[in-house]
């Protein structure tokens, strides 16, 4: 239940790790429906105005700049329902375009947590409608005595020590945000006289070979962050790869991001560098390395020649990353060809729950 004093405005809120990202997690109904007022209490809390979100709890990089609005699903194949937020803090907004999956990883623990979902031995299934996407995923989350297991053995590229593994499916995430796989029609265009493959399967992304911008593909994020005449470039081919894929002008949006490509170096699929939208990402994101696997699958996209995926109905896919790698498991109907599904593994923990406090200064209500 939100609280108001004189003072301040104190608003429950869990804050989670979910794979290589942060993010405060709300209830839905402890924030106002009006999706103005809403936002605005949301900056207020995350550090509204400033970009280095000082006076509050962003982290001021887009991995921990990030919400989660979760409550009980109304719907019969679902548990519970969420959107996810991107703060903007440069720009004081919220982007509700995308999903984030590696937040999606803490929506099973936190729905536990709070008692929305009943844990049931050593396993429990939480199913998740993604509000942004409209689509679906199955959580398989660690339990033991009635609650979330939180300690296990397996670890992910970029979070340091162990933790208990949270598997993720998908089924329905085809075109999740564009209507179709290769939106643009085909699985190779030309923007800004480069070679890109527009795809999205659960994320929006356009993928272009590191070569083709006369990058050998393992620079470092700093590196590429560094080299303003690159991101201008990038900057172009993502705004007319955005019309092709159907997103209109994307210069306000964070989708679709850009992945560069190049052989595999540390025995992976393929070695990956991205952006989002404009800033190279130490690591890649769930569902965009869904997107990077699965156009390996196709001959005539960018990705070919850089390796060759098993032609069985469960194929695996190793995205290399900066930080790491990241394992993708796709799997295909072998009478149809069709794609049917993907998986992975995350990990997750709570890191805090209580009351984040909004300042008296800050506009809660939308109003100027």
């Not at 006369?214 to 962050?225: F, I, K, M, W």
């Not at 490509?261 to 690591?283: E, M, N, W």
Request: net charge negative; proline share 5%.
């Amino acid at each position: 239940m939100t609280t108001s004093t004189a003072q301040q405005t104190a608003i429950p809120c869990v804050l989670m790790r979910g794979g290589t990202s942060k993010a405060a997690f709300f209830d839905a109904d402890d924030l106002p429906a009006e999706q103005l007022r809403r936002d605005a209490m949301i900056l207020g809390a995350m550090g509204y105005p400033d970009a280095r979100q000082i006076d509050g709890i962003g982290g001021g990089t887009p991995l921990t700049t990030k919400v989660a609005i979760v409550s009980r699903s109304q719907r019969v194949d679902s548990d519970i329902d969420y959107l996810f937020g991107q703060v903007v803090p440069a720009e004081s907004r919220i982007d509700y375009a995308p999903t984030c999956g590696n937040i999606l990883a803490a929506v099973g623990p936190y729905a536990i947590d709070q008692g929305w979902v009943r844990a049931t031995g050593d396993e429990t299934q939480v199913r998740i409608f993604m509000c942004n996407t409209e689509s679906r995923c199955t959580s398989m989350v660690q339990t033991r005595d009635g609650a979330v297991n939180y300690a296990g053995d397996s670890q992910i590229s970029g979070v340091p020590g162990t933790a208990a593994p949270i598997y993720l499916s998908f089924e329905d995430i085809l075109g999740s945000t564009c209507g179709s796989l290769f939106p643009s029609g085909n699985h190779c265009d030309q923007c800004d006289g480069v070679s890109v493959t527009c795809i999205d399967h659960g994320m929006p992304v356009v993928i272009a070979r590191a070569s083709d911008f006369g990058l050998s593909g393992y620079e470092s994020p700093a590196q590429l962050d560094a080299d303003v005449e690159l991101k201008r470039r990038i900057e172009n081919v993502r705004l007319q790869a955005g019309l092709l894929m159907g997103l209109g002008d994307v210069g306000d949006k964070v989708i679709p991001k850009v992945t560069l490509v190049a052989l595999a170096k540390q025995g992976g699929s393929i070695s990956t560098r991205t952006f989002i939208p404009r800033k190279c990402h130490d690591a890649i994101g769930v569902l965009g390395a869904v997107s990077v696997a699965t156009a390996m699958l196709y001959a005539d996209a960018v990705t070919a020649g850089m390796a060759v995926p098993g032609a069985g109905s469960e194929i695996d896919l190793s995205i290399e990353h900066p930080t790491g790698d990241f394992g993708v498991r796709l799997f295909r109907n072998l009478a149809s060809g069709e794609l049917v599904g993907a998986a992975l593994m995350r990990t997750a923990r709570a890191l805090f729950r209580g009351d984040v406090l909004l300042s008296p200064q800050i506009p809660t209500l939308g109003q100027g």
